[in-house]
């Protein structure tokens, strides 16, 4: 079971430029989330999904754009990357059962220089 | 709006010895409350998850969770730790509020000596 997969795993850029973390989830889940994490931070939830089509800001959007054009997958875009925004990238979904838990990614870690 | 907290950031036990890690929530009604596991690495895996019912909670690998209402409290207890339990541990809490937006708490790091 693939559950839910991260591409790219680890990613260098230079500041200025762009990229996108693309989130593929095979379970049909109508929620995805984007978050970032930092030493001694924890998760920080920068982007939302509730249903394709839709997308909505999290605690840290700045910086960031996503797309949910496909149910299945959820895009996190950085336009013009700055070292701030070095840090580990997940992807989570989950259904709308709210009893059930968020499944995660492995994670993406980006270095911007 | 609901907070999570971690008072530890490390704890460092022995093997086989008990532990039991903290966390504490603020939300005006009963939460969904998790505890996840994240190995150096890894994305984060779900420990146990409590919801209503019985306050104590099995979870996989040997692990119980306690909700305490008074104490506003949810923590992660295992009775003999060993080496594979070395990674970060985080407490969420998850309300509805429209949509299923959880909270994180900052990770408890642990580590097992020999």
């Known amino acids: 079971n693939a559950g839910v997969t991260q591409t790219p795993k680890f990613r260098v850029l230079k500041t200025g430029q762009s990229m996108t973390l693309l989130c593929a989830q095979d379970?049909?889940?109508?929620?995805m989330y984007w978050y970032r994490q930092d030493p001694g931070m924890g998760l920080r939830l920068i982007h939302y999904s509730v249903g394709e089509g839709t997308t909505a800001k999290g605690e840290v959007p700045d910086g960031y754009n996503v797309s949910r054009l496909k149910k299945q997958n959820f895009l996190l875009g950085l336009e013009s990357a700055a070292p701030s925004q070095t840090s580990v990238y997940f992807c989570?979904?989950?259904?709308?059962?709210?009893?059930?838990?968020?499944?995660f990614g492995d994670g993406t870690r980006l270095s911007i220089l | 709006a609901q907070s999570v907290t971690q008072p530890d950031i490390h704890i460092t036990v022995s093997e086989g010895a008990s532990l039991e890690l903290r966390c504490n929530y603020s939300?005006?009604?009963?939460?969904?409350l998790f505890w996840y596991v994240q190995s150096p690495g890894q994305g984060l895996q779900l420990l146990l998850k409590y919801f209503s019912g019985d306050t104590l909670v099995q979870g996989i690998k040997g692990f119980e969770a306690e909700f305490k209402r008074s104490q506003s409290s949810f923590n992660l207890r295992k009775p003999s730790v060993h080496w594979s339990d070395a990674a970060e541990y985080f407490c969420?809490?998850?309300?509805?509020?429209?949509?299923?937006?959880?909270?994180f708490g900052r990770g408890t790091s642990l580590i097992v000596h020999p």
């Open positions: 939300y005006g009604a009963t939460p969904y």
């Open positions: 379970m049909n889940h109508e929620y």
């Open positions: 969420a809490v998850g309300v509805v509020r429209g949509s299923y937006i959880p909270t």
């Open positions: 989570a979904s989950s259904s709308t059962n709210y009893n059930q838990p968020q499944h």
